[in-house]
């Protein structure tokens, strides 16, 4: 168990809907960062938050957003969702930021958009 | 553009054999170097990582890995594989400056026979 936590574990919705995953970091870490796991793109960094600030973003389209809240939990928001968004979404923690820190990886939401 | 190699998307092996998984990047300076395993159904879990100093680096599990700067490799090992080894390996890359993204191999799915 890496302590970090994700909800829903499984998530099965209409193309055109809106969902949101939630992430709780491990106790003490301030950076999240959120990964997209599919078959055909591997695992692809989307974006990271830093004590609630965004701080770095990756391969993340303009459907998606995220944010970090007070309590360092985040939320990663998908709208407008597509087939081809089914995919396992990652969230991972770590301390700091502004170095290279070991992310510790949650189980992931499996996304499914039929 | 800096990107992660796994050559190998399957690998089968025999239990008790021992086994080695291929990571070859490319980038201008030496990454940071990280190797995760994914059981099923799991996120990722640190099996270890290499900042600088001793090339040869130890883990969990067993495994151990060894950076080659000539080879611009880190290749995971294991002397003697464990049914419960089965998983899928991924190779990641930090590049040294800049926001520290990791980058992810396509990952080796690796397959234990008893």
């Known amino acids: 168990d890496s302590g970090v936590t994700q909800t829903p574990k499984h998530l099965i919705t209409a193309t055109g809907q809106r969902v949101t995953l939630r992430c709780s970091p491990r106790?003490?870490?301030?950076?999240v960062y959120w990964y997209q796991q599919s078959l055909d793109q591997g695992l692809q960094f989307l974006i990271q938050?830093?004590?609630?600030?965004?701080?770095a973003k990756g391969n993340i389209l303009e459907r998606f957003s995220a944010q970090q809240f007070p309590d360092l939990h985040s939320e990663l928001n998908l709208s407008s969702l597509e087939l081809g968004d089914s995919a396992l979404y990652f969230c991972a923690s770590s301390v700091a930021s502004g170095e290279v820190y070991e992310q510790y990886f949650g189980p992931g939401t499996r996304l499914t958009v039929t | 553009a800096q990107s992660v190699t796994q050559p190998d998307i399957h690998i089968t092996v025999s239990e008790g054999a021992s086994l080695e998984l291929r990571c070859n990047y490319s980038y201008g300076a030496t990454p940071y170097l990280f190797w995760y395993v994914q059981s099923p159904g799991q996120g990722l879990q640190l099996l270890l990582k290499?900042?600088?100093?001793?090339?040869l680096v130890q883990g969990i599990k067993g495994f151990e890995a060894e950076f080659k700067r000539s080879q611009s490799s880190f290749n995971l090992r294991k002397p003697s594989v464990h049914w419960s080894d089965a998983a899928e390996y991924f190779c990641a890359v930090v590049p040294t400056s800049g926001t520290y993204k990791y980058i992810f191999g396509t990952g080796t799915r690796l397959k234990v026979l008893a």
């Open positions: 106790s003490g870490d301030l950076s």
């Open positions: 290499y900042f600088s100093g001793d090339t």
């Open positions: 938050y830093y004590n609630g600030e965004e701080r």
